[in-house]
């Protein structure tokens, strides 16, 4: 249950990025807290009680069509769009944010969240933990890194249009959001299953892909429900507005103790780091057929591998030669309360996958 100033009354929720791992989970939470809501993603969302809105976020005339006659009192931004340089990042992320903004001017928008990530403290992908970094765990109130970030872009963004427009904001720097999304950039939970899947499929053992320091440091993850309740508790709670929040699950583990116990779940024999990363873009590579034979066997959804994973993105978190990890402290004085235990998130996304025949 919901604490009562999140409920709904008389509030519509536009939700960007509907398709995707935290908007998802955004959409189930906001639906099901009695609100009007418009899902708004490129192929649009179909959903039982929400509006589906599709839209291209680069293009201001899209925009416009999609929303012509919406008045959304409260938005919450999960979009992006992965390019090939950070510069392009900036560019192309940062106008997207502006041009939704710029499309609202006219409605009553009351409060923006955006959400970001951790790359905030660690540098994008280009610059990954280059130079010197904050101390961890990670604080709201570092200084920015100096280097070229879009999710900085994006921050300048929101706060120059919530000056000009009057909207309260609310930034959510998550790290590694596993959830429920299919074809999405950037998801662990569906990427480690379905390597678990192919393992045991093929007799093969379930292998840590990633560095020394990430099996042996401790670490955290953000659950999509705990992040859409924590958007949602900055949008609507009595002062939580215009602040920057880290949200991770509140637990932290080391993935030496996680490792096996994912394992167990699949039946299938876990190996941690060994002398060097093995990434799973090299684990894993030619696997599309093996994949595609699975899935008709066993009556799967999806049989395109590169539709239920993303080896390079768990490459790059698993691969890290730093710890990583954030401190809730301001959130938690702030009055937000919600809480995960990562292998519970892990377990319960598992079993909705093979709910969904996704893995068998």
């Not at 990363?277 to 799967?300: D, I, N, S, V, Y």
Request: charged share 20%; aromatic share 10%.
């Amino acid at each position: 249950m919901l604490p009562e100033p999140t409920r709904a009354q008389g509030r519509t929720a536009l939700v960007v990025g509907a398709s995707g791992i935290a908007g998802s989970a955004l959409v189930s939470l906001l639906s099901e807290s009695g609100w009007d809501v418009l899902a708004m993603s490129r192929g649009g969302v179909a959903r039982p009680g929400v509006r589906p809105l599709s839209a291209d976020l680069g293009s201001p005339e899209s925009l416009a069509a999609a929303l012509a006659g919406e008045n959304p009192t409260h938005v919450f931004f999960t979009a992006w769009s992965r390019q090939a340089t950070e510069r392009e990042n900036i560019e192309v992320n940062a106008a997207m944010l502006r041009n939704l903004l710029d499309a609202l001017q006219n409605s009553p928008v009351e409060h923006v969240a955006l959400m970001t990530g951790l790359k905030h403290y660690l540098g994008p992908f280009e610059a990954y933990a280059a130079g010197e970094m904050p101390d961890t765990p990670f604080h709201e109130e570092e200084p920015r890194l100096p280097v070229a970030n879009f999710y900085y872009a994006q921050e300048d963004e929101l706060w120059a249009a919530a000056e000009r427009q009057g909207f309260t904001w609310s930034v959510h720097r998550a790290h590694t959001v596993i959830g429920h999304a299919v074809g999405n950039a950037m998801n662990m939970g569906l990427t480690l299953a379905v390597q678990a899947t192919l393992c045991k499929e093929l007799n093969l053992p379930f292998i840590f892909p990633g560095s020394e320091t990430q099996w042996n440091s401790l670490t955290d993850m953000t659950d999509s429900g705990l992040l859409a309740e924590h958007m949602l508790w900055a949008a609507t709670a009595e002062g939580a507005a215009d602040q920057a929040y880290n949200i991770v699950n509140g637990d932290v583990f080391r993935w030496r103790w996680m490792w096996p116990r994912l394992a167990a779940y699949f039946g299938v024999e876990p190996v941690g780091f060994e002398g060097a990363p093995r990434p799973l873009e090299q684990q894993m590579k030619g696997m599309e057929e093996p994949w595609a034979e699975l899935a008709g066997r066993h009556g799967l959804a999806e049989h395109d591998l590169a539709r239920v994973s993303s080896w390079w993105h768990t490459d790059g978190d698993l691969g890290r030669n730093i710890e990583v990890l954030a401190d809730m402290s301001k959130s938690r004085l702030a009055g937000f309360t919600g809480y995960r235990r990562t292998l519970d998130s892990f377990t319960g996304l598992f079993d909705r996958f093979r709910a969904d025949r996704l893995i068998p």
